[in-house]
């Protein structure tokens, strides 16, 4: 298994600013993602981190607003820039550890964004 | 890209009943399907997973059943408490070019009544 932790866990920001998330994960992992999920809906994949290289993102979002970096096996961030109200949501890292031959997949806890 | 549906979206169970979630996916090419719970104001945890080469899987009250053919899987829970009341997601997962995409459904929420 795999222990993912998150900080900050919260955070209230101005419009304009931008926030840096970090996710560290306690065990060597194959691949780490960064969701978003708004309250009460399902789980968006914003990108695949890739360790040395630029991340790989999904339709409808963008390096310029979502830098991310993972400089080695366990450690990622996210960066939410200019942030907007819309930004508001919260944000989840995740991991796939291989255990027993196979790979399971693990969350963060998340970090609760709002932008004013 | 592959298309999660996942039914009902909201779900109410007398304590001690059953509760079935169902879900559909789009592409044969997905082949490992995880179900998520995800209690209020916290993380999905995985309770139980099902891949492509096995028809059902069972894990104490738990099981989850994958019809490869019909493309779509379901979650059973077996008599209900009210912990496990909470918002259940399915997922579905495809390699891409070397890399692992999951598909989230749209989440099923439970509510156990005692």
């Known amino acids: 298994s795999a222990v993912i932790s998150q900080k900050p866990s919260r955070d209230i920001c101005q419009r304009g600013t931008s926030l840096t998330i970090q996710c560290q994960v306690d065990?060597?992992?194959?691949?780490m993602f960064w969701y978003r999920q708004q309250p009460g809906q399902s789980l968006t994949l914003i990108a695949t981190a890739n360790q040395g290289s630029e991340a790989t993102y999904e339709s409808g979002f963008v390096i310029d607003k979502f830098p991310i970096s993972r400089p080695n096996l366990t450690f990622s961030t996210l960066t939410v820039s200019n942030m907007s109200p819309e930004d508001s949501s919260i944000y989840l890292c995740?991991?796939?550890?291989?255990?027993?031959?196979?790979?399971?997949?693990?969350f963060g806890p998340g970090t609760r964004l709002l932008v004013l | 890209g592959e298309n999660v549906e996942q039914h009902p979206s909201t779900l109410s169970v007398q304590e001690g009943d059953s509760a079935v979630i169902k879900c559909t996916y789009s592409d044969s090419a997905s082949n490992y399907f995880p179900w998520y719970k995800q209690e209020l104001g916290k993380r999905p945890q995985l309770i139980i997973d099902?891949?492509?080469?096995?028809g059902e899987k069972k894990d104490q009250r738990i099981a989850v059943t994958l019809n490869k053919t019909a493309k779509h899987f379901s979650l059973h829970i077996t008599e209900t408490q009210p912990e496990d009341s909470a918002v259940y997601f399915c997922?579905?997962?495809?390699?891409?070019?070397?890399?692992?995409?999951?598909?989230f459904g749209t989440g099923t929420k439970l509510q156990v009544i005692p």
């Open positions: 099902i891949r492509s080469n096995v």
């Open positions: 995740s991991a796939l550890a291989i255990g027993l031959g196979q790979e399971t997949q693990y």
């Open positions: 065990s060597q992992v194959t691949m």
């Open positions: 997922a579905a997962t495809i390699d891409s070019g070397g890399y692992q995409k999951v598909t």
